[in-house]
């Protein structure tokens, strides 16, 4: 089963704009990982933050995590239209010796 | 590194009949998984390897579905008898176990359409 959910399920922003996703979990993690799908294409990853760490920045992508609440957050600044996919986030659940967990996603349209 | 490489990209059978994905990861990937995506929902977990051994099997792989990994290399998914609610993506990834955080490499995935 999933245990993670996205919210929004799509999300429709302007070229410039930052898109935020959010993601809540239902078990204690090791890891949360966020991977990024184009249209029938398979998933790339983007970026990973491990359970004792709180935020996490890659290029556009800033990533937090709060395990009290069991939720993240991916926010893209400043998006381009390049950007627009659907974005998943991860849950690794322990050292990495189980498969990961998918949620259902957020799909991202950045209009040009 | 040419990545994870899966054939066919596109399979269309009529239901009742068998049919069977191949995955070639990354050379000195030594786990291999197989996820199935339908549409509109994140990739579902099927099963994986490390080298040849299968070390776990969902409850969605049902008696018709079996994974091999004969070498510790590529894999199969055969999917014998299909069914209409059998047709989805069929991702596969792979990683390196002492990489120790579980990010997967993915391949392009094969869909597959039941008639």
């Known amino acids: 089963s999933q245990q993670g959910e996205e919210d929004p399920q799509a999300l429709s922003i302007q070229e410039g704009e930052n898109a935020t996703m959010n993601c809540s979990y239902k078990?204690?993690?090791?890891?949360l990982q966020w991977y990024r799908q184009n249209s029938g294409r398979g998933l790339v990853h983007l970026i990973l933050?491990?359970?004792?760490?709180r935020e996490k920045h890659s290029g556009r992508l800033r990533v937090t995590l709060d395990t009290s609440k069991k939720s993240s957050s991916l926010l893209i600044t400043a998006s381009r239209a390049a950007d627009t996919a659907s974005y998943f986030c991860?849950?690794?659940?322990?050292?990495?010796?189980?498969?990961?967990?998918f949620g259902k996603g957020t799909r991202l349209s950045v209009i040009a | 590194d040419t990545g994870v490489s899966q054939n066919p990209r596109h399979k269309i059978t009529k239901r009742g009949q068998n049919v069977t994905f191949r995955c070639d990861p990354i050379?000195?990937?030594?786990?291999l998984y197989w996820y199935r995506q339908t549409l509109g929902q994140g990739p579902e977990f099927l099963t994986y390897?490390?080298?040849?051994?299968?070390?776990?099997k969902s409850r969605l792989l049902s008696d018709r579905f079996s994974a091999e990994r004969p070498k510790g290399s590529f894999s199969t998914l055969e999917i014998q008898r299909t069914e209409q609610g059998d047709s989805a993506m069929y991702l596969c990834?792979?990683?390196?176990?002492?990489?120790?955080?579980?990010?997967?490499?993915f391949g392009e995935g094969s869909r597959l359409t039941v008639l």
């Open positions: 390897f490390q080298n040849e051994a299968q070390l776990e």
């Open positions: 078990t204690s993690i090791n890891n």
């Open positions: 933050i491990r359970s004792n760490e």
């Open positions: 991860a849950m690794g659940l322990n050292s990495g010796n189980t498969p990961l967990v």
């Open positions: 050379s000195e990937h030594n786990r």
């Open positions: 990834a792979s990683s390196l176990r002492e990489a120790n955080t579980g990010e997967l490499f």
